[in-house]
């Protein structure tokens, strides 16, 4: 992925602009994907609908929404939609009376949820008051500064 230090904004991800000729159409491309992809996975709500399917599927949508703190129904029913678009989750009719609908975790969803519990663990490493570990805000290392 390229992206210069003073372009990152919603303005320069939002276009297919390159930065400088040296970038191909396809590196252009595969940027503007995952900015994208980025975009759909961390908006409100998105991860903990994720977690809380990973706990135990399939689900409903109302134990999905006692599994998530405060979730509206508009906010659950909204990123279910967003991601049964991208595949991340299934959606399963049963024909009864009354409708019965569950979620699961598609194969793209379960691998998914395998990186995110890695963050989790990154999360618990740095974040997590304890007495052996540092948190982050302790830390005086910085970030490497690239030379242009």
Known sequence: MVVAGNQVGANYLSKLTPVDQDITKE???ECHLLHSAWNDLTKVWTL???HALSLKQPARFNELK???QNIS???LAERLNEM???KVIERKVY???PPRVEYALTKKGV??????GTLAEWVMKWDKPNNNT???SDEKARAPVRAK
Not at 111 to 116: G, K, N, P, Q
Request: hydrophobic share 35%.
């Open 66 to 68: 006692r599994r998530i």
């Open 111 to 116: 691998e998914l949820s395998v990186i995110l």
């Open 95 to 97: 024909p009864e009376t």
């Open 84 to 86: 049964e678009q991208r």
């Open 48 to 50: 903990p609908v994720i």
């Open 73 to 75: 129904a508009t906010s």
């Open 134 to 136: 540092p948190r982050a």
């Open 27 to 29: 590196q252009s491309e």
